[in-house]
């Protein structure tokens, strides 16, 4: 798994991104403070989602459904 993820690294299939986690929270702290009593969003999930619109993110994979409307809601278009 390791020699995949470095595999992956070289190749420029997956990069590393720098975050700023003081915007980060900030983000999270905007949608927990719109979202979480109307829909139940765990802080992971509210992480997620405010680091991918930190990080300019167009698309969010998820399996989670509560995520995905989380993300959905924000303006991500989500696959999965």
Excluded: P, Y
Aim: glycine letters at 8%; hydrophobic letters at 40%; proline letters at 0%.
């Amino acid at each position: 798994m390791l020699e995949d993820l470095k595999s992956d690294l070289d190749s420029g299939v997956l990069k590393t991104a720098s975050i700023e986690w003081v915007a980060v929270h900030g983000i999270a702290e905007r949608l927990s403070g719109e979202h979480t009593i109307s829909g139940c969003h765990r802080l992971i999930d509210i992480l997620h989602v405010a680091t991918s619109l930190h990080l300019g993110a167009e698309e969010f994979l998820t399996f989670d459904a509560n995520q995905k409307k989380l993300a959905r809601t924000e303006g991500l278009k989500v696959s999965l």
